[in-house]
C-alpha cells in the first residue's frame, strides 16, 4: 500500500530526519500497545515543524523517537535517518550504540519538554548543569561557558545571576528559558520542543514563542514544536504534521493545513478550537472517545468518529494521498472533505478579509 | 545559617544532655542497692565492718562525686557541676581508676569498628539501594530486597555469633575476639594492620549489618527519583551514566535519609554494647557491660553520659550539615 516512490523526499529540500515506519510498542497486561504506528515523515533543515494531535495521539513518541529516547520498555523499530549538516555521512539513529547515542543526543538533537520546571536537578546550580554537559560531550568547558552566557543574554536573562542560581530560585519562565539556552549550548542542529509552554501563563508563552523565532534564525535551528495549542502553532510553525490515533493524518505547510485541511479529522480539530473572535455556538468537539492504542481498529482509524466514513474505509487503511506542494493527507475522500464538513470560522475570516 | 539558629540549636542539644543526666541520675540513685549502698556494701566487706561511718562516706564521695549524707538535690548539683565544670565522672569501684581515663582508653576503639561498621552499612545501603531501584522488580532486586529484610529481622548479635560460628570457629579465617594479636607490636607495620583489621572485621560486620536497614528506604527513594523529570533530561542531555547514578539517583535519594543516618550513629553506637561483648573486643561497649555486672555505677554513668554525648553531637552535626547536601534547606529562615 504504501510504495517506497510515495514516500520518496522531495528532492528540492534539504532533509535533516528521514522517519521510516516508525513503530513504537510497549507490552502491557492487555496486549500489545502500538503507540506509534508506521509513521512517515520528513523534516527539513532549518525548518519549523508543528506536531499536533490530541493527548495520546503519540506525538511525544514519534519525537522521543527522533533520539531513541522512548522511555524502556518501549520498543522502538523501524528507520530514523539523521543528515548531518555538510554532507555528513548519513546516521541510522536506531541503530547507535550507547556511547554513540549518548554523543548525537544534545550534540545533534535537544529537546525541551513540558516538565521545564523539574528538569534541573534540584541539588545542581544551574552552571553545573551547562558545565557537566559539556564535560560530557568533550568540549571546552570555558568557551561553552561563555557562550551560555550569550545565550541566556539572548533570552533575556540575567546570565550571572541565573547560572549562580540553584534552580529552586528561579521562576517557572526563567527556568524554562534556561533550559532553552541549555538545550543550545552544544549548538545542535535541532530542537525539539515538546509542549514547552504549558506549563506558561499566556504571556510567557507568547514571549517564548517570539524568542524562539529569534533563536531559529541566529542559532540555524531546526525546530519540532509539539502542543495540543493550534493558534500558537500558526503563528510559528512553517509545516504541520496532524496525528491522530498514533499515526500521521495529513502534514503539509501551515497554510494548507489551515485554509485547506482535506482531513475531516484536521477540519473537525480546527472547528474545536476555541477562539476569541468567533462565536461559541461555532465551537464543535468532536464527538466519540479517542482509540485506545491496544485495539487496532481495521481500516480508517478515525472511521468511528468520521461523520464521512462508509463501508470502503472498513476495508482498507486509506493511504496517503498527494495534494500537491507537499501536502498529504490519509483520507479516501479528501476532495470531498471541504465540503462535507465546512469551517465557519475560516469562512468568516476569508469573507472578513485581512482583518483579524 | 544565621547564629541565632547556631544558638538555639546548640541550646536544644545541652537541654537534652542535661535532662538525660538528670534522668539516669534520677534513676539510679531511686534503684534499690543504688551506688551508694552498693559502695558502702563492698567497702563494708572488704574491710570486715570495723570502718568508722564518716571515713566510709568520704570514701564514697570520692568514688561516686555524692555525698550520700547530702540531700538529693544537693548530691545531684555536686555530680553535675563535677561532669560539666571539671568533666570528672567519677572513680570506677572495680578497676579503681578514673571513669574518665577508662572510657579515654575505650574510645577510640570503639571508635573504630563504629566508624568500620557505618561505612560498610551505609555504603552497602546506598549501593544495594541505588542498584535494586535500578533494577526493580528483576530477581536480583527481589533477591537482595528478600536477603536484606531477612538480615534486619535477625538480631544483630545473633549475626554476631553464626559468624564467630562460621568464620571464627568453623574455619581459621577471623579471630574469635580480643583487638589485637598477641605478640605484634603497634606501630605502622603491616602485620599490626592486618591484624587489626582482621579483630575489628566480624564486630564491624555485624554492627554494619544493622546499618543496612537504610537499604530499603534508599530502594524506595531511588525509584521515586528515577521517575524524576531530571533524570530523563540527563540522559537526554547525554550524560554518562555514572554522573546519572551518582550525582542524579545517588544525591537526591539520600537526602530524606541523611538525618537518619546521622541518628543511626547512636544505634550502632549502641548496639556497640551488645556486639562488644559477643566479640570480647574491649571498646566502650565491653566496659558498659562490666560495669553493669560489677555494679560500677560510677562507670556506667560515665559510659551513658559519653554515649548521650556522641549521639547529641551526631544529630547536631547532621543539621548543621544538612544544607550543605540540600541548599534548598535554608537553616535558619523563618
New interface residues.
Partial sequence: MRTSNQNDSDPDQDVVFEVRDLEVTFGTNRGESRVVRNVDFDIYRNETLGMVGESGSGKSMTSSAL?N?V?SPGETSGEVTYYPPDGGEPISVLDLDEEE???????EV??V?Q?A????????KVRGHFR??LE??NRDVEAGLERAHQILGDLYLDPDRVLDS?P?ELSGGMKQRALVA?ALILEPEVLVMDEPTAALDLLMQRSIVSLLKELKEEYDLTIIFITHDLPLLTKLADRLVVMYAFDIVEIGSTEEILYDAAHPYTRSLLNATPDLNAPIEEMQSISGAKPDPVTNIPGCSYRPRCPMADESCAEAEPPMADRGSGHRTACFYHDDVADEIPIPAMEAAEEGGESE | MTPKYLLKRLGQAILTFLVTMTVSFLLYQAMPGGPTEAMRSVILSQSGGSVDIDRLNRMIQLYTNVNPDQPMHVQYFNYASDVILRQDLGTSFFKNEKVTTLIMQRIPWSMFISVYALALGYSLSIFLGVMTAYREKSRFDSTVSSLIIGLNSIPYYIVGVVLIYFLAIQNNYFPTGGRIGSGIAAGYNPEFMLSLVKHAALPAISMGALATSGALAMRGNAIRVLG???I?????????ET?IAT??LG??SI?PMYTQFMIGIAGVFSSAVIVEEVFAYPGMGLLMFEAVKTQDYPLLMGTLIVFTAISLTAIFIADLTYTL????ISVGEE
Avoid: C
Fill in positions: 533520539m529516547a522511555v547515542l549518548r554523543k548525537f543526543r544534545w550534540g535537544a529537546m519538554f516538565g520546571m523539574s528538569s534541573f536537578n534540584p541539588v545542581k557537566e554537559t560530557d560531550h540553584y529552586y541549555l | 524524576e523529570d531530571y530523563r533530561v540527563a540522559q537526554l542531555r547525554g550524560l554518562r554522573r550525582q542524579y544525591h537526591n537526602l547536601i540540600d541548599p534548598r
